[in-house]
């Protein structure tokens, strides 16, 4: 590229960082470190930086394989390999670490969901592979075709056992949470469960819970992933695998929020308290009037969650990655899934009504 073109190419993306209407930039300086166990060893290894992925043996043939930022895993058994997901950023670095260590073919693919960015290099893997998946996800894949995700060949409603050159792997679905047809992948015998795009260790996970679908059922899959008997979670994302009690400080960081977003809807969302919605011209309430509002308590539940000493007498910035950076991302959807998912404690009464409730 001509160094005119680049400069000018930098200049516009710079200029989207300072839209008026936009969001603002963040700047390092501005933001807390990400704690120290967020940063792995593997890291800063010169394999790493060569390679762009890490491969690692968690337990008896189990593998996890990570980008840095995305994690897919295999299991190698006696009569081949069990490969799952597949996403675009590890893409063919999936099979490079799959033959480093075994030179047995893959024979079956599990998709953990239909999402691109987790199964979106899944063409890669040998034509004619078994390839299973939640019935749900096939009936996505159905719907919207894409030639880089075939269509799972083997499907299933509640629950699936793969028994397979000696090993053991269960597939089960509890409902919908980050998005519909999103499974539990359990190994019994290494004690590793998959569950991709709820829990991120170490992290306060993705904006928006993680882009999710069913808040209720994203923030109930913790308690979920605590069912299993598990001592290794492929998590999805970013850095490491999890712990039992990644899984715990994760479920805490949300349920503290649930807590502050039910506090700021009493306050700013009731009959008396949505005063700055109706503060603005009648004619702007719906678009000036409902950005204040929704910000208000989006702005309360932020700060609520940032000035928190919590159960550890830490801050949640010191517990978790992404805190200061990501809190009002999830803020915002943890207050709108609690006004469309949660009670309402109440509603508007025939004649006068009442002010307790929220909207
Ligand atoms: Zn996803």
């Not at 390092?28 to 930086?49: C, G, I, K, M, V």
């Not at 499907?155 to 089960?172: A, H, R, S």
Request: charged share 20%; aromatic share 12%.
């Amino acid at each position: 590229m001509k160094d005119s073109m680049k400069e000018q190419k930098q200049g516009l993306h710079e200029d989207f960082y300072f839209t008026k209407h936009g969001f603002e930039k963040a700047d390092w300086h501005d933001h807390a470190p990400s704690p120290q166990h967020f940063q792995p060893a593997y890291l800063s290894t010169p394999e790493f930086q060569k390679n762009g992925y890490h491969c690692e043996e968690l337990k008896d043939g189990f593998y996890w394989v990570t980008s840095g930022g995305y994690d897919a895993a295999f299991f190698v058994t006696d009569e081949g390999v069990i490969a799952i997901d597949a996403p675009p950023i590890l893409g063919e670095n999936m099979l490079a670490a799959i033959e480093s260590v075994t030179d047995k073919p893959i024979v079956k693919v599990v998709y953990s969901h239909w999402h691109s960015d987790h199964i979106g290099a899944a063409s890669m893997y040998p034509e004619g592979v078994e390839i299973i998946a939640h019935e749900i996800t096939r009936e996505l894949l159905t719907r919207f075709p894409d030639k880089l995700r075939p269509v799972p060949t083997l499907t299933f409603e509640d629950k699936y056992v793969i028994e397979f050159g000696g090993k053991k792997l269960e597939l089960t679905y509890k409902g919908a949470n980050h998005c519909p047809g999103n499974i539990f992948i359990y190994a019994p015998v290494p004690k590793v469960l998959v569950k991709i795009d709820i829990v991120s260790p170490g992290s306060c996970a993705f904006m928006h819970c993680d882009a999710s679908e069913n808040i209720s059922g994203w923030v109930e899959a913790h308690d979920q992933i605590l069912e299993f008997d598990f001592d290794f979670l492929i998590g999805g994302h970013i850095t490491r695998w999890g712990t039992r009690q990644d899984v715990i400080t994760s479920r805490e960081y949300f349920h503290d929020m649930l807590a502050f977003a039910d506090e700021a809807l009493m306050q700013w969302s009731t009959p008396n308290g949505a005063g700055i919605f109706f503060a603005a011209n009648p004619v702007d309430q719906y678009s000036v009037g409902t950005v204040n509002w929704i910000n208000s308590m989006v702005n309360y539940v932020t700060e609520k969650m940032l000035s928190k000493v919590t159960s550890n007498g830490q801050k949640w910035e010191e517990r978790l990655a992404g805190v200061t950076t990501n809190t009002k991302y999830h803020a915002y959807t943890i207050v709108e899934s609690t006004r469309t998912e949660r009670t309402h404690k109440g509603y508007q009464k025939r004649g006068t009504g009442g002010s307790d409730y929220f909207i």
